[in-house]
Nanobody, 122 residues
Framework: QVQVAESGGGLVQAGDSLRLSCIAS????????MGWFRQAPGKDREFVAS???????YYADSVMGRFTISRDNAKNTVYLQMNSLKPEDTAVYYC????????????????WGQGTQVTVSS
């Protein structure tokens, strides 16, 4: 059974940086793409970034150039480095693992964490 757990959220000011972490267990971590998504109050969950098993990264236009996704397979962990944060980045951030190994691009994220709150004040 796959388990995914996010951490690192918090309250920051506009322009600050924050790094989210996500650890996954239950499958061979290095074989699967990982992704970050977010959901703001009253809005649908949206894609933020993903990284494939071979370290290819994909980003939403809204975070391109500000956020960086990376992974450490030795620690079964994926990171989301968020710089130049804006109030519109405020959301619950979710980490997820792709359902099938060795996908590039990722196909379907099926294992989700509980989320971590990021609040950016103006």
């Amino acid at each position: 059974q796959v388990q995914v757990a996010e951490s690192g959220g918090g309250l920051v000011q506009a322009g600050d940086s924050l790094r989210l972490s996500c650890i996954a267990s239950g499958r061979t971590f290095s074989s699967y793409a990982m992704g970050w998504f977010r959901q703001a109050p009253g809005k649908d969950r949206e894609f933020v970034a993903s990284i494939t098993w071979r370290d290819r990264a994909y980003y939403a236009d809204s975070v391109m150039g500000r956020f960086t996704i990376s992974r450490d397979n030795a620690k079964n962990t994926v990171y989301l480095q968020m710089n130049s944060l804006k109030p519109e980045d405020t959301a619950v951030y979710y980490c997820a693992q792709d359902s099938i190994s060795y996908n590039d691009p990722p196909v379907e994220f099926s294992s989700w964490g509980q989320g971590t709150q990021v609040t950016v004040s103006s």
